[in-house]
């Protein structure tokens, strides 16, 4: 950690390593300091669903009750034009990373089935699916039988399903750490077990001041997802963001049950992974740090996973874990520069969505880094001054 | 594992401790063969439960349709009088085992609590009350309120209760390995990863022929468990008995939710272990070896345990395990002399008992094989020719 | 585990698993009897190397003292053909697997560099490397600065090094696990915790008898490893086989140190592995089925890993563990028929070149099964009748 | 966490954990806030020593060259008492603390054997015994035959040895979970996953600013280990502190090798612990909070382990893990009140000595924070104010 880093990226998870690695392969002097382990906290505990489509509903928070309208994109919620590009980059992404570090990342693309338990989701699924038609968006209305001839193992106590094709899954973990290794590839350099304290100005650089020593750096991204909000306290801002817990677990079957996601109303959604695994998620629990999994967790998850697909009951016991997911006050990510110091950029508050737009997130940052700004997307729904509150005058 | 040994005994689970500590503190010359790790089976997978009381009732099979009548103990479960010394055993031999070997064996002394909860498992519990009353065992009843008063937490919705002050439980992997390490301390050799495949007659000795070549003794005790069965089959027995699988959780809670073991009559537990753990068991799955916890088995715990005591909803999930239990057919051990071949001793088939009847089997068995008999028990019951179907002529 | 399969394949290890899969591929009913889980033993411990040349030298024990002389290769050490033509389909098999399971095997083409310390060593790599020139196969002799050139990080003190850029590897659970996924893909049927006991003719078929019963099938496949002999000798033939435990450890580093597989005389190997990890193996300990991983063969490992790449001090400590893996009298696998029994197949005895015989193992089986024989292969060598000794009138 | 505290206690490693016991059970309302898992750091990691004897030599930097000298007890290091008195308490703790929780902490009471390797490491332990006969501690030559007889397994290549028969030890992380639970029978409240940002005044009382909120409490105890320092530094003083890492190696052993612990010159001491358990520690690096176990740190144990005791290259491998422990710039620790604030107590930096001097620092600081100040002790060696370094004005 001698000398001076062109940028120095706060944050060790899918995020900060996704920035990493664009910005090694643009050749910047890069350093990554991570307070923990690589991947140590939500970007593991992810389920790793690229749910551009899925994520998103007609009763989806940024269409109505939204407090910063955004104007150009008034009937679609803002940050679809980046869930859909990452969810792109993805395929080329998982040959790029194979090649560069050998790890797989796992990348499925079976699609996502959103079940109608109700007939009441069912309406609200059947407009969700008109809404896809008029954007273009691939989508499938499926009535029971098909859901039955599709996924013969889904309960048929259904009403129909929407079936989106694109929406993809990969190896949360495997991801993340593709990224941090590609990026050692380009030269960048990482510090685990090294937390950033304070950030402090020195002429037009910055100091970064750690467990470790003080890093010197021209650009600092902060991208420690649910931990940021507390780092930028220091620099004058205070960011509307909460931890949510997330529990899932993991079982084995002992022939693939599924192919495709299943993902229900109720919060619950069966991810079929590697080795006949089926990854079960998630609970929320809002405002704890805390990431032990509770028998209340555990019994929600399997009961509403045994309603979805009866045969997992006979599935094998693998291991359960939680997550603290970065959740933002409207629901949307902080993505820009600070609103006091030039150069130093923000990029945290992907919730439940880390994994999907980590890809485009690497692109943007190192984009706004790089001084490029970014020509293709609107960037004023992310921007950390969208609420007044967000900063302490 | 050269030169010849006074005792081998197939198998180091608790049993196989037991009876090589009582043998080797007589100086026997003795040698465990184990065909994995010491106590990999049942004996770890116990709840540790000393239940000489509770796990004997009214109904108990043994009273009524027994193949085999105790003439004894017409009124009395003929092997209650072995699980009610081994209890009272339990307290010297486990200060005698952390003194010889520093392994606390975690005994609890807070009785076990035989919870009501139906009208029909109330007057059952109340008849076992009087049973225990009329031979003179400790044993009491409380009422709803009296439940209240003595374990808070446990549910109100309930019958009353039995309670058996005695009935302590201790640490099953614990014990098990301060048997071993008290045998060793004692000069008692012991062989991991060492399967017996057969025995053969060699003089008025016998040779163990194994995977790690032949041993050579005077006496064999066989105390296999479930595996016990097909090494005995080379000997010309066959003895009824089947694998039982039973899966465990333990959960851990902030506060200590109960001072007894908690039993119901649908086959849950719910023991209070060091830490504020809490151990639930235990499903039973008769006829298979896998150690495959299923989702089923987990799921079935948690609900029962949480009907029994609503707070544990609120515990941190720690993990699950399975265990193979050596069930025989009519329910009683066998512990005895092998029918054809002097000098080859059997001690197998405790079932869900292994532990609670560790410490007198060890008795039994090392008296057997120094030729003084068991004067103070009648060991008929336990006989590996109580039924004529046990062996083949 | 009704009805009558075609092949009954004892044992879930990578060759079992191939045979499944090229079997149940062919439409067979397959199916596969694991006494413990799948890849339970040496299929998971091994370190992937797909050594076709690494393994053989001029040295090679078959080429001087083989008591079985093979007469077709009289130069050739016999079975090099079988793992040429296995190293080359691993290719096509790893896309084909992916597609079947999603399990990526981690095949890694990037050769071994078998190191010269000593003088001795540099003749003898270099004799080696004249063979492979002579009869076609790619090897490059480097000098100390080339291969100070090709990978920096290895010791300078060496006498230059015998390069097989053929020569892959791949992660050996992966490839256990995918062979065996893909065969349930295509049908095949799995019984983990099943022991087969014995095996007994009825008719033209057999029954295999298990600790879950007995089991009906046309032909079977025994592909247990080190626990084949012990079956067989059920059935009149006693193979000259012992096992030989393997420790090795895992590592991680925090830059790639190396490209290729170092090798070394010494018995010393270091594989690079998916995350920065480098997998260190192996000793060699005969005669013993215990897995314990020893203090002495740890630091065994580590002192002449650290004599080969000293760096690897700094390195990080993740794990270690042993497998047991099935030697022969002579070093050559058995792959062929019972030779009492029609029907009864063996393939077992592959010692440390499991994972690199494995794809060609399933498909000469496959044939064999299927009554195709093998055209491609003298098969002669890894025959059962090769020395009268193998089995007893 | 509502309502107002007596007493918030951060950090819930072993000396914070033995202060909320103390205060506790002396009625006090006590909340420990602990940013991850109970003894999540240097507590559970430690070897748990009670060398109150056996770390104190006459070269001790405190003797000699100690930049604040104690005057009272001039040729005394000056915490000699407060070790000497701790580990006298622990016979009766241990009693009360498995009284109270059913945990047995491991207490072994067969002293330390000091080995002199070389001719200058046995003149200074003959001056370290003539110390410990001058003021009365118990203290015993042995010559190379005396040891020979002693510890057999010892190696013979030794000058002698100082045996120091009241210097046990226990299980570091059992003594740490003792004095939690032990703490909530006595109604003290835990929260872990709760990380303490800033101590602010309120009136005469304090606020606790928290990641899950704000605590209030009358009085404030920072036992935080290396941790310490950066929350301390929020309320202006800076104190003297560095983290080392330790690293240590669990293996096991078939018969016990050795009774007493073995301690040597080079820094190497071998605990026996549980269940034939052998404990090799530890490395020292300083000034890094990585928790990594690295290959060399493991090699040097191994070696100097190997030095010691022989038989250790047999023994199986178990685990190793690293531990980050509190040292001051004196070696010193801090107890006593924060020099600006009243009512904040700091209690820290016991570095090695963290298991041994809990139950004193427990008693200590209770009597601080009630008022009562100690006696017993002069804590002026332990004040905050020892340099006027330690704080800033």
């Known amino acids: ?22 910005l090694a392969k643009r050749n910047a002097r890069v350093i990554v300091l991570e307070k923990e382990r690589i991947a140590n906290e939500a970007s593991s505990a992810a389920a790793g669903m690229l749910g551009a489509q899925s994520e998103f509903s007609n009763d989806y928070p940024l269409l109505s009750n939204e407090a910063y309208p955004c104007q150009k994109c008034s009937s679609t919620p803002c940050f679809l034009p980046l869930a859909l590009k990452s969810r792109e980059m993805i395929v080329s992404l998982a040959e790029e990373l194979k090649e560069l570090t050998g790890i797989d990342i796992g990348l499925v693309q079976k699609g996502i089935l959103k079940i109608a338990l109700t007939e009441e989701e069912r309406e609200a699924l059947q407009r969700n699916n008109e809404f896809w038609q008029r954007i273009g968006q691939p989508a499938q209305w499926l009535s029971s039988e098909e859901v039955a001839d599709f996924e013969p193992n889904v309960t048929k106590n259904l009403r129909g399903a929407l079936y989106l094709p694109n929406d993809g899954q990969v190896s949360a973990p495997d991801l993340s750490h593709a990224f941090a290794n590609a990026s050692l590839v380009y030269g960048a350099e990482w ?45 004058g801002i ?5 931890p949510v817990k997330g529990e899932c677990v993991l079982v084995k079957v002992e022939k693939p049950l599924i192919q495709a996601t299943i993902f229900a109303k109720n919060g619950c959604y069966i991810v079929p992974k590697r080795g006949n695994r089926l990854l079960i998620g998630a609970t929320s629990t809002p405002h704890t740090f805390d990431k032990k999994v509770t028998v209340e967790g555990m019994m929600s998850l399997l009961e509403r996973a045994q309603q979805l697909l009866p045969d997992i009951r006979a599935a094998e016991w693998e291991r359960a874990w939680a997550g603290i997911r970065p959740q933002t006050g409207d629901g949307v990510p902080y993505i820009g520069e600070h609103p006091h110091y030039p150069n130093i950029w923000i990029a945290t508050g992907h919730y439940r969505n880390g994994i999907l737009l980590s890809p485009i997130t690497g692109i943007i940052v190192a984009d706004l880094v790089g001084g490029k700004g970014s020509n293709e997307f609107d960037l004023a729904p992310f921007s950390l001054t969208r609420h007044q509150a967000t900063y302490k005058l």
């Open 191 to 235: 510090r685990e077990f090294t937390e950033v304290f304070d950030i402090t100005k020195e002429g037009t650089s910055y100091r970064l001041h750690t467990n470790n020593g003080v890093v010197h750096a021209g650009a600092v991204v902060v991208a420690a997802g649910t931990w940021s909000a507390r780092l930028l306290e220091k620099t």
């Open 1 to 22: 950690m001698s000398g001076k880093y062109d940028v120095a990226i706060v944050g060790g998870g899918v995020i900060g390593g996704s920035i990493a690695f664009q």
């Open 238 to 242: 205070s960011l509307s963001m909460y």
